[in-house]
């Protein structure tokens, strides 16, 4: 994908080398963070927003001893936007990733008259902290739908072409994509609605509701994708429809215990997954993704 050429964006943070405690929610050992480092490690909302529900019900959310986030301006540690863009090749290109889903999501919005407000990309190696508690590699790359932000390992690049068979640039960019598409999701309410019914809904069901939003970030993704498709190279499109193959709940499923439950997805098939990043890359258009209705 052809980005040498684009801006980087201003809406960024860095946490990386800097420490953080055990904290995690409600101040004890592991708590919500280590719950979303099980369930993870595929890009989503830090990690299935099931579990978000549940922390919400227990009032872990703003509780006592549980560490706050910080702002920007904290987490970069007096570095600038610029500065934290330019770290590597790999923090350059994710930056240049988000300003274009800025610029595309800003279009999409105007042409229906509303505002686009961009979200926040957190660098993090290793450990950080969030607004919904401890980030951790394992998780991969999720979207705090709490303070709105994007986080980001860059090393997750590595494990997505070494332990995911997903390599390439595009495959790289498809995973700050779909965050961004939880933060689109998040700004039409979406997600407050989906959390809304997973309350209401027993595990199986409250899965089969994140399902629907995770391929609906797909999607979304796939209209970023298609707003610039003159910057798409020969086999970028392959390169992300590997990624999203590698990344199905069944595929994963199937490679760590050898069978497939299909009562526990939480992000979809492959198959869904192809399909609904496909329709997005096709269409270009935001309305064709509605996976809350009919059969996904």
């Not at 055990?22 to 579990?51: D, H, K, N, Q, Y």
């Amino acid at each position: 994908m052809r980005l040498d050429d684009y801006r980087t964006s201003d809406n960024v943070g860095d946490q990386r080398g800097q420490s953080f405690g055990g904290g995690g929610f409600g101040g004890g050992g592991g708590g919500l963070g280590l719950i979303l480092g099980l369930v993870g490690s595929r890009f989503g909302i830090g990690g299935v927003a099931v579990v978000l529900i549940g922390a919400w019900l227990l009032g872990l959310f703003g509780g006592g001893g549980g560490q706050q986030a910080v702002s920007p301006q904290q987490q970069a540690g007096g570095k600038t936007a610029a500065q934290i863009c330019s770290v590597d090749a790999a923090s350059r290109f994710s930056c240049q990733v988000l300003a274009s889903t800025e610029d595309t999501w800003g279009r999409i919005f105007q042409q229906s008259g509303a505002r686009y407000t961009p979200t926040t990309l957190i660098f993090y190696s290793g450990q950080g902290q969030s607004g919904c508690g401890a980030a951790q590699s394992a998780m991969g790359p999720f979207y705090c739908p709490t303070d709105k932000k994007v986080y980001l390992d860059t090393d997750f690049y590595r494990e997505l072409s070494q332990r995911f068979g997903a390599a390439g640039d595009f495959a790289q960019a498809y995973v700050i994509a779909h965050e961004v598409g939880h933060h689109v999701q998040d700004l039409q309410g979406t997600l407050d609605q989906a959390h809304q019914q997973q309350a209401r809904a027993g595990e199986a069901e409250g899965n089969a509701i994140q399902v629907r939003v995770e391929l609906q970030a797909d999607c979304y993704a796939g209209v970023w994708a298609a707003a610039n498709k003159d910057r798409l190279e020969p086999g970028d499109v392959e390169e992300g429809m590997r990624a999203a193959h590698q990344i199905g709940d069944d595929v994963l499923q199937k490679a760590a215990q050898g069978r497939v439950v299909p009562e526990t997805f939480t992000h979809g098939t492959a198959e869904q997954r192809m399909k609904w990043l496909r329709k997005g890359i096709e269409t270009g258009d935001p309305a064709q993704c509605d996976t809350f209705s009919g059969a996904i």
